[in-house]
């Protein structure tokens, strides 16, 4: 019930903002057919810091709306107030009841993904590369004239 009304609380605050209620049914990641925002779709778990035990998870209504907290203030098996988060992009069948989804908007021009590549290139000066081919092992030379299929000794 308190899931309920926290849930009804963030609708109300976010009444101008698309939900992205028709997005990611059936993938992880596309486009929102109602506002045309690029999403991506994870998962998210909480656990308690002292004995890693899931605990329920709601999103925050008041504060920053991204925030994940827990539904009960304590843990339920050894009482810590303290907890961390996980965050997933494919969600474990035993972490059902305990994972909240989130439908984040990913941007391509976010500046830690430039879309654009730098190659660099080391060019050794031409005295080195001599000096490396006259101190190697003397090359092996393979007659190749001779039809596939044929062995046998060259007679001079």
Known sequence: MKNFIMYL?????N?????????????????????????KKYYYVLRCSCCNHKREAARAVFGNKNEIVPVSKYCPVCGGAEFYVEKYEQLNLVDI????????????ENPDFSGESTTTVWV???????ENIKDSAPLLLI????????????SA
């Open 9 to 13: 609380f963030s609708i109300i605050n």
């Open 15 to 39: 009444s101008g903002k698309c939900r992205h209620t028709n997005a990611l049914r059936s993938a992880n990641e596309g486009y929102c057919p109602d506002c045309g925002v690029y999403l």
């Open 97 to 108: 009841s305990y994972a909240i989804e989130v439908k984040e908007e990913f941007s391509f």
């Open 124 to 130: 050794e000066k031409e005295e080195v590369i001599e």
């Open 143 to 154: 007659n190749y004239n001779k039809p596939a299929g044929m062995l046998g000794t060259m």
